[in-house]
Nanobody, 115 residues
Framework: QVQLVESGGGLVQPGGSLRLSCAAS????????MSWYRQAPGKQREWVAI???????NYADSVKGRFTISRDNAKNTVYLQMNSLKPEDTAAYYC?????????WGQGTQVTVSS
């Protein structure tokens, strides 16, 4: 079983940057497919970015070119670097770990983009 703890959220002005971290406990982190999702108030949770057990990544169109997902397998941590933030990026951000057939979720970290 994997436990995930997100950190790094906060209040930032439009155009600013934040880096989210997701620390995983347990073994086998390098084999997990890691993703970031977000959920804004009154909206469904949406997928943001994914990084596979290698270095392959993919992004939602809404964040492509602004967000970068990465992982450090030695630290059991996945990151989400968020640049050029917009008010519409405001949401609770969650990381997930997937290895068939299980998906694990963190508790989320709040990101608020506002002037």
């Amino acid at each position: 079983q994997v436990q995930l703890v997100e950190s790094g959220g906060g209040l930032v002005q439009p155009g600013g940057s934040l880096r989210l971290s997701c620390a995983a406990s347990g073994s086998g982190f390098s084999n997990y497919v890691m993703s970031w999702y977000r959920q804004a108030p009154g909206k469904q949770r949406e997928w943001v970015a994914i990084i596979y057990s290698g270095t392959s990544t993919n992004y939602a169109d809404s964040v492509k070119g602004r967000f970068t997902i990465s992982r450090d397998n030695a630290k059991n941590t996945v990151y989400l670097q968020m640049n050029s933030l917009k008010p519409e990026d405001t949401a609770a951000y969650y990381c997930s770990a997937y290895q068939r057939p299980y998906t694990y979720w963190g508790q989320g970290t709040q990101v608020t983009v506002s002037s």
